[in-house]
Each structure stands twice: as C-alpha cells, then as structure tokens.
C-alpha cells in the first residue's frame, strides 16, 4: 500500500475514533489528536475557538441541545492526506431537541485540516457548517 493510502485511512480512522468519541461523550477521546492551537468555525457562537481549552468548552453547549441517545454520524467522508498535511470533508448528521422535546435531525458539514507531528497525525482546523435553507 502506497503511503499517501496508508495515510489516508489514518485520518479516516482519526476522524471516524473522534465521532465515536463525541457519541459516547468522552472528552479525552474528542480532544486526543487535536492541536493545541487548534481552530475551530462552528455554527453557534461563538462561531471561532481558538486554542484547545475554547474548543473543549464548546462541546457543553453541544451536549445541552443535543437528543439522547448522541447522534454524530459520518453520512460520507472523503479524505486527501499527503507526507505532512491532509484534509477531511464530510457530511455528517447529529440530531437536536425540537421544540416539545421531540428528536430532530440536522445535517451538517464538516471539514477538517491535519498535520503531521512525530508521525502522528493532528487536527489544527475544523470548520462545522449547516447548509444554507
């Protein structure tokens, strides 16, 4: 196997460990492989997190509107990774409280850029988006 392959199916990996991680609400598994001046877009606000204690506090407003079970599921993930930078995009749904409680879900998009540290893949960026209605 060619190592641009071999490399593409660790981030995949890295990607598919860190979903589970979010289901299963373990903080330590979410921010394993993430830099330390991490930079995150997301869709509530803050909007932009910069460092890894901001990105880590951005989860608790996550878990607040989230319906039990956690839903973060990869719907289609795509991946180019080459000997020291690699990017992740991703379509993924994870599913909200409606109004009267009820479980709604919300397709999103996520898009995530690695580098590579020691031979261990990081992430420096993710960037979560909702499609525009």
């Not at 080459?82 to 409680?101: H, N, S, W």
């Amino acid at each position: 196997m060619n190592t641009d392959k071999v490399d593409e199916k660790a981030v995949r990996e890295l990607i598919e460990n860190w979903a589970r991680s979010v289901r299963e609400r373990n903080m330590d598994g979410i921010l394993a492989s993430h830099a330390r001046d991490i930079v995150m877009f997301d869709v509530p606000p803050p909007r932009v997190s910069r460092g890894i204690e901001a990105y880590r506090e951005t989860w608790s407003l996550f878990y607040t509107s989230q319906a039990e079970p956690i839903a973060f599921d990869i719907q289609e993930l795509d991946v180019v990774a080459g000997a020291k930078v690699a990017f992740a995009v991703a379509l993924m749904q994870c599913a909200v409280k409606g109004r009267m409680g009820e479980r709604e879900p919300l397709d999103f998009r996520l898009t995530v850029g690695l580098r590579k540290e020691d031979e261990r893949w990081i992430v420096v960026h993710e960037h979560h988006s909702i499609p525009a209605t």
